[in-house]
């Protein structure tokens, strides 16, 4: 019997590593695109989990709210810094299309008061095509214009990982499609966090080019707290000093 098992298992090897030869697949990069499968089965489970969690507390809100949606840089933001009455349904890894598929279940709450969105990065960084984030936008935008006062910010600026021509130009694209909204205010990137040549200042964010450390959130808290504070949408609500 064991002879058996030895001898099966010692053919199952074999017709494996032939196969992968005349693939021309090397194991390395096989055991890689397994590792990758399960990290992104997992990940879809927690976006899953974790929208459902949001959408559920949606239905909870009491009093008026200021609504923060996007990904990590969402996510990692303490938002009550600039209003007490924040609630942040930040997510990592999001993308405009995600984002647009979980907004309706938030907008439709009565309390919300306004609403806060950074989201695009994760686009770039996946290599979304023009065309494809231009009518992700788009849709995004429909979801957005229900007279809610919005607040959308520019993708910010980051190191090392995507060309800044083209969070240029998505920002450039976000701007436009602020205008053509109801209540839409659009908020550019602070220079203070950037270089000369729009990359994020290194003392900005935590090491990795992308995700804002303290420093970086206090720029963009100030930013978008003396926005707030400018318009009409944001009286009566109560913000952080």
């Known amino acids: 019997m064991a002879s058996s098992v030895k001898t099966a298992y010692w053919w199952s090897v074999h017709i494996i590593l032939a196969v992968l030869i005349m693939h021309q697949i090397r194991p390395i990069d096989l ?11 997992k990940t879809a489970y ?30 990692g933001w303490h938002t009550n810094n600039i209003a007490s009455n924040a609630v942040n349904f930040g997510i990592g890894k999001d993308t405009i299309k995600g984002l647009t598929k979980r907004l309706p279940a938030y907008m439709k709450q009565a309390n919300v008061q306004q609403v806060i969105v950074l989201i695009g990065i994760n686009d770039l960084l996946n290599q979304s095509s023009n ?23 520019g993708v910010l600026p980051v190191a090392n990982r995507v060309p800044a021509d ?3 130009a998505l920002n450039r694209l976000i701007e436009q499609t602020c205008t053509q909204l109801r209540a839409c205010h659009y908020m550019h990137p602070s220079n203070e966090l950037s270089e000369p040549d729009f990359s994020l200042k290194s003392h900005f964010h935590v090491g990795d080019g992308l995700h804002l450390n ?13 926005l707030l504070l400018k318009n009409i949408a944001g009286k009566g609500l109560h913000y952080a000093k």
């Open 214 to 226: 303290s420093h970086g959130y206090q720029v963009l808290s100030h930013q978008l707290k003396d």
């Open 131 to 153: 065309a494809t984030i231009q009518r992700q936008i788009s849709q995004l935008a429909h979801q957005l214009d229900t007279g809610t006062p919005i607040y959308w910010l």
């Open 31 to 41: 055991v890689d695109k397994l590792f990758t499968k399960a990290s992104s089965i």
């Open 46 to 75: 927690y976006y899953k989990q974790l929208g459902g969690f949001y959408q559920r507390q949606a239905t909870q809100f009491s009093q008026p709210v200021s609504l923060f949606v996007g990904d990590s840089l969402v996510q």
């Open 166 to 168: 083209k969070i240029i």
